[in-house]
């Protein structure tokens, strides 16, 4: 079973960049999908960014699309999303998350595998 630890999140002015990292351990990271999600306070968990287990197939948000790109290395278990021309309505708490259905899914509930999360916040 996969270990995801997410980072890079922080503070960051309207307009910036941020880039997380998903770092996986355990399993085979080249057989799950990976896929991003995000909880602002007092809102439900909601899809971001997902790609699929060889990286050929890549899903956006249409909030993101445009503006945050996933990407990932299987040889180095790892996952990436780069967020670019951050808005204050981005801030929230960033989740990585893995399934091995074999599928490519903005479903969270089909993500069996979570990471701690990693907050991100956008100022105005």
């Known amino acids: 079973q996969v270990q995801l630890v997410e980072s890079g999140g922080g503070l960051v002015q309207t307009g910036g960049s941020l880039r997380l990292s998903c770092a996986a351990s355990?399993?085979?990271?080249?057989?799950?999908?990976i896929g991003w999600f995000r909880q602002a306070p007092g809102e439900e968990r909601e899809f971001v960014a997902a790609?699929?287990?060889?990286?050929?197939?890549?899903y956006y948000a249409d909030s993101v699309q445009g503006r945050f790109t996933i990407s990932r290395d299987n040889a180095n278990n790892m996952a990436w999303l780069q967020m670019n021309n951050l808005e204050p309505e981005d801030t929230a708490v960033y989740y990585c998350?893995?399934?091995?259905?074999?599928?490519?899914?903005?479903?969270?509930?089909?993500?069996?595998?979570w990471g701690q999360g990693t907050q991100v916040t956008v100022s105005s």
């Open positions: 790609i699929s287990w060889g990286g050929h197939s890549t």
């Open positions: 998350a893995a399934n091995d259905l074999g599928i490519t899914t903005t479903l969270s509930q089909k993500y069996a595998y």
């Open positions: 355990g399993g085979t990271f080249s057989s799950y999908a």
